[in-house]
């Protein structure tokens, strides 16, 4: 049911929107072919939106927790752009000779095994890839939406705008997922509040990877309700139908 009042335009609650039609572009493939490979359920997912992005000390911190772990892991990093560019720049893909210097030494060789750096991530897709097991997110809202459809447990990590909320909501109101940070923030200007520790980000990755049964049930179970709204008869379907019917008329 649309939201309306008098002499206002009426609201329709359509979402979820997603992309469900997952084609695997040809630059791509290669990250493809390595979950392929990957047993299922068993990939750790870190991504951090198009904005997202990490100084130097945080990404080693990073690195460092992901070889403490010794799980397989996906790693979107991503190059922050220059200082005081602010919002309206978007981080790039690092050069190889980058990563061998932003990295702990050694570490791509010593992870070659189990472990895969990438640059820009084609995020829904991984997510629907029976290999991944868990989502280390900023809980970006449409990230918020795909780790849920696709029954994706998160490890929260939010960066800035409404994603501390969405994290909050995830981890403490909805318990679907688990915390790492909730209160990290990115301020364009002044940079991160605080430096994750390995130790933090390492204990946040192994909870997300060994989540309790009432927790996987509860995300199985929204899983099944979104898919559901995207049906035929669901309510994302309805009201979106119910918008274009507004619009068109």
């Known amino acids: 049911m649309y939201t309306s009042f008098d002499g206002a335009l009426p609201v329709y609650p359509v979402g979820p929107i997603l992309n469900t039609h997952l084609e695997v572009e040809a630059d791509s493939t290669h990250i493809f072919n390595w979950l392929d490979h990957q047993p299922p359920s068993s990939v750790v997912f870190l991504c951090f939106g198009s904005k997202g992005s990490f100084g130097e000390d945080q990404v080693r911190e990073i690195a460092r927790a992901l070889e403490g772990t010794g799980a397989r892991f996906l790693w979107s990093l991503r190059k922050p752009p220059p200082t005081g560019s602010g919002f309206r720049v978007s981080p790039s893909d690092y050069s190889i000779s980058d990563l061998t ?36 997110s900023h809980c970006g809202w449409n990230s918020t939406l795909e780790s849920i459809y696709f029954g994706v447990p998160i490890a929260t990590w939010p960066l800035f705008a409404e994603q501390q909320l969405n994290a909050f909501l995830l981890v403490r109101e909805l318990k679907l997922a688990v915390e790492i940070a909730l209160d990290y923030r990115v301020d364009f200007k002044l940079g991160p509040n605080t430096l994750l520790t390995a130790d933090k980000i390492e204990n946040g990755i192994r909870s997300v990877l060994v989540i309790d049964e009432d927790t996987r049930n509860r995300i199985k179970e929204m899983s099944e309700k979104s898919k559901k709204t995207l049906l035929e008869g669901g309510s994302s379907y309805s009201q979106l139908g119910r918008l274009i019917d507004y619009i068109m008329n």
């Open 101 to 136: 210097t932003i990295l702990p030494p050694g570490f791509l060789d010593r992870t070659a095994g189990i472990g895969k750096v990438i640059g820009w991530a084609p995020q829904a897709q991984i997510l629907a890839h029976p290999a991944t097991a868990a989502f280390v």
